[in-house]
Structure formats: C-alpha cells, structure tokens
C-alpha cells in the first residue's frame, strides 16, 4: 500500500492502519516533498518512505493519494505513466470528484474518491466512499475495510452526494471544535479553572456522541430526557435557539457543501483545460 503525501490525513491513516493491525509497516511505503516529515514517520510507525511519488506507485498495488486538492492534478499528472488497471487507486483530496480525476489522467482506471475526517487518527474518522466506473468486484469492499480500520465508512452510490458529506463529517470535526472551545470558554467565565472546564466540554461531547451512537435513540429524544420541567437544561436550550445555533450549523454545513462543489467544478475545468478541451 503506498501514500502518495503524508500530510495530517495521510499520517491519520498510516497510523490507524498499523495500530489497529490492519496493514503491516513492511507493506506500507509513503512520500513527501519533506525528508524530515519522512524521517519522522518511519520512527514513528516503521514504514518505508521515499521522496518520490513515483516510486510509491510503481511498488504499490493500492495507492491512496493523501494530497490538497490543489496539487492533486500536477501529482496526478507526474504518476500517470505508472498507472494501470493492476492497481486500485484511493483519492481522499476533498472536493475533487471522479469526474475531475478521470479527465486528468484520460485513463480506464480503477478509480475510488474517499472522505474521511481527522478523526482517523484516534480511530473514529467517518468516511464515505464513491467508486468510478472501472472499479472491479472486491475493490469497494478493499477501499471499506482499509477505512474501517480507522473509524465507520458508508458507500456512497450517487456521487454527488459525495459534496454533502465534505460539508457535514469532513469538515464537521471543526464545528465540534469550536463548539467545545466556546462550553471550555464560558466554563471559565462562570468561575471554572481553563483545565477542568475544557476537559469537562470535551467529556461532555464524547459522552453524548456515544449515547447516541450506542442508544441508537433519535437525539430529540435524547434531549428531552435531559430537559426537566423550568429546569436548567431547558433554559440552555431556550438561549441557544434564541442565538440560532440550529440555523448557523445548517448553514455551515451548507456553505462548506458548496464550496466542495465549486472546488469540484473548478478542478474539472482546470484538468479539461491541461488536456485541451
């Protein structure tokens, strides 16, 4: 298995992949523009490691290409003459679609676009998949168990929907962020040390996000258990719809959709244009 760039996704998944035992370090060699990235990641996880993304593809059957999406077409470009129907090729460059790839490299490859989050680097990314038209039998279900060894997947089947995802769990990790910076903030405001106010935010996210995962309970009804009659959970709630919190996450998560598309349409256009449509 070969990572063509080994940025913070690319490391998530090297990482996940060799704790959870699901790939061997021997079998897995990576690449990057910085010796000292690539230095740092074989101490780490004892994979080999190149300064060329060539050579990660000629010796890989599985490459996953963990570059922003704004050199994706010029990495593309430069491995093109090593890419075949022998190799199962893994894009995780966020609003690129296989439209996009497929115009760029003018090849019948087998092509997979993956989102995962940053998550993958404690195991608990959310991650969806599309797969191209030249995919053969097994290679979704490869794609699956590779993501599962980090998180959940789901297959996607229209791609489109593809963009939907980018805006809701690729990005979302941010939105818990903020949302857990802003309870650690005003737990400081109301007399709690910066410590235990953002261990406690932090707590508190994890703890609701595996109820509801292991409750399997629609959050509404979660909710309401919380909410006793005139208590204080209901005040909280009673001031954050007042604040639009439901409107402003829509909204985020609607912004960040479309800006996946417009990346999209424009990676597209630039790849049509370097082949002279």
């Avoid at 897995?28 to 996880?45: A, R, W």
């Avoid at 080999?48 to 990495?75: F, H, M």
């Avoid at 998180?151 to 979302?172: H, K, Q, W």
């Avoid at 208590?231 to 402003?248: D, S, Y």
Wanted: hydrophobic share 45%; glycine share 10%; charged share 20%.
């Amino acid at each position: 298995m070969g990572f063509v760039g080994s940025g913070n996704m690319g490391e998530a998944l090297i990482s996940g992949l060799v704790m959870s035992n699901a790939a061997s370090p021997e079998n897995i060699i990576c690449s990057d523009i910085n010796q000292e990235t690539l230095d740092e990641i074989h101490e780490k996880y004892g994979i080999r490691t190149t300064t060329s993304n060539i050579e990660v593809v000629q010796l890989s059957d599985i490459i996953i290409y963990a570059v922003k999406p704004q050199i994706l077409g010029k990495v593309f470009k430069e491995t093109s003459d090593t890419l075949d129907r022998s190799k199962l090729i893994i894009s995780i460059a966020a609003g690129v679609p296989l439209a996009a790839i497929a115009a760029g490299l003018q090849k019948e490859l087998r092509l997979i676009r993956v989102m995962p989050n940053i998550c993958a680097f404690v195991k608990e990314s959310a991650t969806a998949i599309a797969a191209g038209d030249y995919v053969e039998e097994g290679d979704v279900e490869l794609a699956k168990a590779i993501f599962d060894s980090v998180g959940i997947s789901v297959f996607i089947r229209e791609n489109t929907l593809m963009d939907a995802f980018t805006g809701l769990s690729g990005s979302g990790p941010a939105y818990i962020f903020m949302i857990v910076d802003a309870m650690a903030d005003a737990g400081v405001k109301m007399g709690l040390s910066r410590k235990n106010a953002l261990l406690l935010s932090t707590q508190t996210v994890l703890g609701a996000a595996k109820l509801l995962m292991e409750s399997k309970e629609h959050p509404g009804q979660l909710k309401d258990r919380v909410t006793s009659p005139g208590g204080t959970a209901i005040a909280g709630i009673h001031t954050l719809e007042a604040g639009g919190l439901r409107t402003t996450i829509i909204n985020a998560v609607e912004s960040a959709t479309n800006r996946s598309m417009e990346l999209g349409r424009a990676m597209i256009e630039e790849f049509e244009k370097k082949n002279g449509k």
